[in-house]
């Protein structure tokens, strides 16, 4: 199963934009990048996913570089309910459909 | 959100004693995850279940075991408890296919004394 790299920890200013890196240099051509949260004391919960293109939702925005090693979370205006640990996971059309958890990046939401 | 419950949410035991805990989902996804996460660490993957009775290993498989005798249940089980597994437990569901996301439950935490 191929990993990701994630930094382990970030801060950002309320209602400024996030930029969360995540490398995944051994990314096989039909993996899918999948972005989760955890908030304290909380499992985790699903933020957004893509395959090649960049994506928007409700929650947050996905870059996704052209050779696909690389993918960054964008919040758009980072708020005090956004600090979390967030994991880029890859998910393989494996049918398993397991996870790899690294450790995150903790967002820290700066008032 | 998705219906998906854990129990017991706490639970504290002595050391050798067996312990089972449940995951009941409302959802009828067909994939069910066991994960444990420790202080400073991601999530981990214990067992997971593609279907009833299907089951597999994880990476931390080794002194757990699990059933699945219907869709809606993931039972967990430490036969014998050891401190090592005081942990916080989560389970998670999922319809399956690499672009449906996993919802996860809010987790157990288990202390072993």
């Known amino acids: 199963d191929a990993k990701t790299t994630q930094p382990n920890s970030m801060e950002s200013n309320e209602e400024e934009p996030v930029h969360l890196p995540c490398n995944h240099s051994t990314i096989s051509g039909t993996d899918y990048i999948h972005w989760y949260r955890q908030l304290p004391s909380q499992g985790p919960e699903y933020v957004i996913h893509?395959?090649?293109s960049n994506v928007n939702n409700r929650m947050a925005s996905l870059a996704i570089a052209e050779d696909r090693k690389s993918s960054t979370l964008i919040l758009h205006r980072a708020t005090l309910r956004d600090a979390a640990v967030y994991y880029c996971?890859?998910?393989?059309?494996?049918?398993?459909?397991?996870?790899?958890f690294g450790t995150g990046t903790r967002l820290k939401v700066l008032a | 959100d998705a219906g998906i419950t854990q129990s017991p949410r706490h639970k504290v035991t002595e050391t050798g004693t067996p312990v089972t805990l449940r995951c009941h989902q409302t959802?009828?996804?067909?994939?069910m995850y066991w994960y444990r996460q420790d202080p400073g660490h991601g999530l981990r993957l214990i067992h997971y279940s593609y279907g009833v009775k299907d089951t597999d290993k994880g990476e931390v498989s080794d002194g757990y075991s699990v059933s699945r005798s219907k869709t809606e249940d993931f039972l967990l089980t430490l036969e014998s408890a050891t401190s090592s597994q005081t942990s916080v437990y989560f389970c998670?569901?999922?319809?399956?296919?690499?672009?449906?996301?996993?919802?996860f439950g809010p987790g157990t935490r288990l202390t072993v004394t």
């Open positions: 996971i890859l998910v393989a059309a494996s049918g398993t459909y397991k996870y790899i």
């Open positions: 959802e009828n996804h067909r994939y």
């Open positions: 893509g395959l090649t």
């Open positions: 998670a569901i999922s319809r399956g296919g690499e672009v449906y996301e996993q919802y």
